[in-house]
């Protein structure tokens, strides 16, 4: 018997933490949010992924309460939202910045919210000493913000914005000003402290691997709308347009007319160029337009032309890019489409069979590639 999947959209029994139902935000002749109706779960980690200005800020105040929607309700709990104001929300936000107070104590920050509230002293204690052993900041507890590493703000803050207990977290960028390493460790501390207290959490972020990372399901935006909500392997493997293809990790586009032909499709794309060979759980007809979405590493590249491959070009290598463990190269065919390849570095960089300008031939399953129509 394995672990429950931890998958509660996909039950008919349970009802969502929070819905957005019909939601429109618009800021003067410009919507920020465009009719959206989506569902969140208890205990979620949710990100809300796409380029600046795609809404997702919005959609994030709006759960704070510090914008409305002009159109559509917010429920938290079955409870429509709106005429909560923020601070009497089971909601919290974290923000970027930390706006940790540099004159208080990590002891007294993360006390901070409870004390307002007026609770009582053994409570608080209790309960601030909980948050300090979470976040792993007990030797810390005296020490002002400025005594303290950048990470260890992060996790102050995060202490804090969880001492209340809120029923929802908004993490908005939260990880934006650590580098690249930090980054990394904290993805894996959010997730352990996300699940270790199972509260919901929703963040905000531009940073395609870390929402693949830390989420329980990513919703792609773009122009005030989800385009996919769906579990980070899906989202990579299954993507449903051309636009979360490209927008998640790398990705070739091959565009064409596809053609049924048997159990799958014929492709024709680019003068010169082989019929290629997809098979879809969507259904095109004949010489319909089509886009099939490739993963590089999923592409093979071989000096010579390899036998009995379903899908099998010859190009040029025109750029490689140097990954450590694997190497990229772009290899460009010869009406111009370039078709990313990757390979394990499995040998020393002198003994490698390719390099610049090398004639090549890249091949693929039938189902190696996404055929998308849009």
Known sequence: ??????????????????????????????????????????????????????????????????????????????????????????????????ALFPHLSVWENIAFGLKRDGKPKPEIDARVDEMLKLTRLEKFAKRKPHQISGGQRQRVALARSLAKA?????????????????????????????????????????????????????????????????TPPRIYEMPNSVYVADFIGDVTIITGTATPQGDGYDITFGEGQPTLRAKSDRSFTRDQICHLAIRPEKVAISADKPEGAANAVQGKILD????????????????????????????RLSARPFTWEDDVWLSWTETAGVLLES
């Open 1 to 98: 018997m394995g672990e429950k999947v931890f998958e509660p959209w996909n039950d008919p029994n349970e009802s969502p933490l929070i819905q957005f139902k019909n939601v429109t935000k618009r800021f003067g002749d410009f919507t920020a949010i465009d009719n959206q109706s989506f569902d969140i779960y208890a205990k979620e980690f949710f990100a809300l992924l796409g380029p600046s200005g795609c809404g997702k800020t919005t959609l994030m105040r709006m759960l704070a309460g510090f914008e409305t929607p002009t159109e559509g309700t917010i429920l938290l709990g079955g409870q429509d939202i709106a005429p909560i104001p923020p601070n009497k929300r089971a909601v919290n936000m974290m923000f970027q910045s930390y």
């Open 166 to 230: 809120p029923k929802l977290l908004l993490l908005d960028e939260p990880l934006g000003a650590l580098d690249a390493k930090l980054r990394q460790d904290t993805q894996f501390e959010l997730m352990d402290i996300q699940e270790k207290t199972g509260t919901t959490f929703v963040i905000v972020t531009h940073d395609q691997e870390e929402a693949m990372t830390v989420a329980s399901r990513v919703a792609v935006m773009d122009h005030g709308k989800i385009i996919q909500a769906d």
């Open 320 to 347: 490689i890019a140097y990954l450590g463990n694997l190497s990229t190269y772009h290899v460009e065919l010869s009406n111009g489409q370039i078709v990313k390849a990757q390979a394990a570095n499995t040998r």
